[in-house]
């Protein structure tokens, strides 16, 4: 997003523009305008007038443009020359820029959606104007959106790197382990119980990678290098149907450049190959 200016925001005062862009989700699918060449771009405020709307949250602004999430009932129509389509298939149909604040503006629905109520006594909530928060006005309970830190990793082998299959994933896809990180548990030690827990291995020399947002649901994904230090693989047979070390230049099927399990491949094959 390095060419464009987002300002991200909680409060908006007045009314929003009418050429502000728009991130209207049903059911967790964006409206988006369905343009030639497999690209596609948001409709501005002005555009989905008849959509009805249960409710509206203020991002902040694009390049000094208002940005606004909608919540959009399931009965509303869909606009002539709009479609609703899922985030994972907008990639890269939908510039950049706009596909990373996607993934903010849903998980603001949804979490705007899902605490309407307070969580301890029951009482509607209402919004904090200086801050993304609800606040109960009867026993003063504040709930932010959530967020579920999850580990991925690169366990390498010399030339070779760890890939693993879930049951979800495509046809003959492989990619590296992950998994949630559990109350109490750093980051690091996160590897090491995912990756013994999983496929039955030890690993050390953990070392931190990147991090990338990911809306699906709420996770932020903290990527991490690791060393294979002994064990056979033996997978769960419930996270992991299958798994195995494949060298740099015999790889499986792998994710979509959309991941950062993506960047974690490449990266591992990069310096393979430098070494070559």
């Known amino acids: 997003m390095s060419e464009h200016r987002f300002e991200p925001g909680v409060y908006l005062d007045g009314e929003p523009t009418a050429d502000a862009w728009v991130f209207a989700f049903r059911d967790r699918r964006l409206l988006v305008h369905q343009e030639g060449d497999a690209k596609v771009r948001l409709p501005e405020l002005a555009e989905v007038g008849a959509l009805r709307i249960l409710r509206r949250q203020y991002l902040g602004t694009l390049d000094g443009r208002q940005l606004l999430s909608l919540e959009v009932a399931e009965e509303s129509e869909t606009p002539d020359g709009m479609a609703f389509l899922s985030l994972r298939s907008l990639y890269p149909a ?47 309970l504040r709930a932010y959106p959530r967020l579920a830190p999850a580990v991925i ?56 990678f990147a991090s990338q947002p ?56 990069g310096r393979v190959r430098a070494k070559s």
């Open 153 to 208: 990793v690169a366990v390498e082998r010399g030339r070779e790197i760890l890939l693993a299959r879930s049951p979800h994933f495509p046809p003959g896809m492989y990619s590296t382990l992950a998994g949630f990180v559990e109350p109490g548990e750093s980051l690091e030690e996160a590897v090491v119980r995912e990756i013994e827990e999983e496929v039955g291995v030890l690993v050390g020399d953990v070392r931190y």
């Open 94 to 140: 939908l510039d950049e820029p706009f596909f990373q604040i996607a993934g903010r503006a849903v998980q603001i629905v949804d979490w705007d959606r899902d605490h309407q109520y307070c969580g301890r006594c029951a009482a509607p909530t209402g919004d904090d104007p200086g801050e993304r928060a609800k606040v109960c006005g009867e026993c003063g």
């Open 214 to 269: 990911w809306p699906f649901p709420h996770s932020l994904m903290v990527g991490f290098l690791a060393r294979y230090l002994e064990g056979e693989i033996r997978v769960d047979g419930v996270e992991i149907e299958d798994a195995a070390f494949y060298d740099a230049d015999e790889l499986p099927e792998i994710p979509p450049r959309i991941s950062i399990a993506r960047a974690l491949i490449e990266d591992f094959c």
